[in-house]
């Protein structure tokens, strides 16, 4: 399916005949949590909070695609840790559609800084405390985020 159809997926309802869109978001699995073997956990509690998974990859993020995907960061001191941290190792990539999609993920995975984020929350659980680029975990803060996320990630 190409990134432009995975953008929303219809639900037809044949008893009622009524369409409902389902809003869709990008979702990373990073290096620092598919190395400690937590990709089933973080991907069960998704579908728990309602998500569908509606396509899935495990790949090793090329420098180039980070750059890509992490530009509005190029100025930020950061940015080339975060490079090498998202080229180190698997990461999984997965679109996720529920209703309000993207402001539901964003609950469930909390805070940027693993520390900061409210118990419960998949960076409390999963991200590294010490290191905020080690958050276990990328959401997509925004619909127009999550269609340019989905289109460099999955256009492939």
């Known amino acids: 399916m190409s990134p ?5 997926s219809t639900i037809w309802n044949l008893t009622n005949k009524t369409v409902r869109m389902q ?3 990008l979702f990373l699995i990073k290096p620092n949590a ?4 937590k990709i089933g956990a973080i991907l069960n509690s998704v579908e728990r909070n309602g998500f569908t998974i509606e396509a899935l990859k495990m790949f ?5 695609l980070a750059k890509e995907f992490y530009a509005e960061h190029t100025s930020k001191s950061f940015f ?10 698997k990461t999984v990539a997965a679109v996720l559609a529920r209703d309000n999609a993207v402001e539901k993920l964003r609950e469930l ?8 984020a409210k118990p419960g929350t998949l960076r409390y659980l ?12 990328h959401a997509a803060d925004s619909v127009d985020h999550a269609r ?6 999955f256009r492939k």
């Open 80 to 89: 080339e840790k975060l490079l090498a941290f998202m080229t180190s190792g």
């Open 109 to 116: 995975v909390g805070n940027t800084e693993p520390k900061k």
């Open 148 to 153: 340019r996320e989905i289109e460099i990630i």
């Open 126 to 137: 999963y991200g590294d405390h010490d290191n905020m680029t080690h958050n276990a975990v």
């Open 4 to 8: 432009s159809k995975l953008l929303l």
């Open 60 to 64: 090793t993020m090329e420098r180039s």
């Open 34 to 37: 598919t190395a400690k073997h």
């Open 23 to 25: 809003e869709q978001t």
